[in-house]
């Protein structure tokens, strides 16, 4: 099986930088995956690391470690609108790509 | 390009009533698809998952049903609901081969059930 533990809850203020943790249990798996939830909405797709390293998308960023289990989503020059739930995730091997998600951080940025 | 829909939005029903919650997806061929269920400031739990018609995979054991009928097409189906089936239900497909790391999803159903 699979489990995935982060933070509940984080908070930080506008123009900072948060990081997100995730560590993780897991036989094998393809990837890390980062989704971010806004209260009431669907998760959205915001990174995804198949390889250990660093992984940077505008304002975002994502690492993964695979000999440490560990991974961490980074939010630069924090934004109101970053106030969201954030997920980590990841797949089993198999053609189904299923994910098993964290159980999520709700960031909170503060004016 | 790819979009999915769910509908309704919202639905209350009543304890041991039927449920069918519908899924479609415009733009791709042969995508997995996926149900998930959240609980109220809780994660996502993995429901079913089907990687082509007619073949469904169950993760969790409940009074809940899946199918596919379509290529993309995936129905959520209870012949009676139990007050722990309230939740926000997500149906999500995987992006086309190759790219398959990403899961989009829909809107979803919110579900409460009395």
């Known amino acids: 099986g699979q489990s995935l533990e982060q933070p509940s809850e984080v908070t930080a203020v506008e123009g900072a930088i948060v990081q997100i943790n995730c560590t993780y249990q897991?036989?094998?798996?393809?990837?890390l995956s980062w989704y971010q939830q806004h209260d009431g909405g669907a998760p959205t797709f915001l990174s995804y690391?198949?390889?250990?390293g660093l992984e940077e998308t505008g304002r975002f960023s994502s690492f993964l470690s695979r000999s440490d289990s560990y991974g961490y989503l980074l939010l630069q020059e924090l934004q109101m609108k970053d106030s969201a739930s954030y997920f980590c995730?990841?797949?089993?091997?198999?053609?189904?790509?299923?994910?098993?998600f964290g159980s999520g951080t709700q960031l909170t940025v503060l004016p | 390009s790819q979009t999915i829909h769910q509908w309704p939005a919202t639905l209350v029903q009543p304890v041991g009533s039927p449920l069918s919650l519908e899924c479609t997806v415009e733009?791709?061929?042969?995508?997995?698809l996926y149900w998930y269920r959240q609980a109220a400031g809780r994660g996502l739990q993995l429901l079913f998952y089907?990687?082509?018609?007619?073949?469904i995979s169950s993760e969790v054991p409940q009074n809940l049903s899946a199918s596919r009928p379509q290529d993309r097409q995936f129905i959520l189906s209870s012949k009676k609901l139990l007050l722990s089936d309230s939740g926000f239900y997500l149906c999500?497909?995987?992006?086309?081969?190759?790219?398959?790391?990403?899961?989009?999803f829909g809107p979803g159903t919110r579900l409460l059930v009395l």
């Open positions: 995730a990841v797949s089993p091997p198999g053609s189904a790509r299923q994910l098993t």
């Open positions: 897991t036989s094998g798996f393809y990837g």
């Open positions: 690391n198949g390889l250990d």
């Open positions: 733009g791709t061929s042969n995508p997995n």
């Open positions: 089907s990687v082509g018609i007619g073949q």
């Open positions: 999500a497909f995987t992006g086309p081969l190759g790219a398959q790391e990403t899961q989009y």
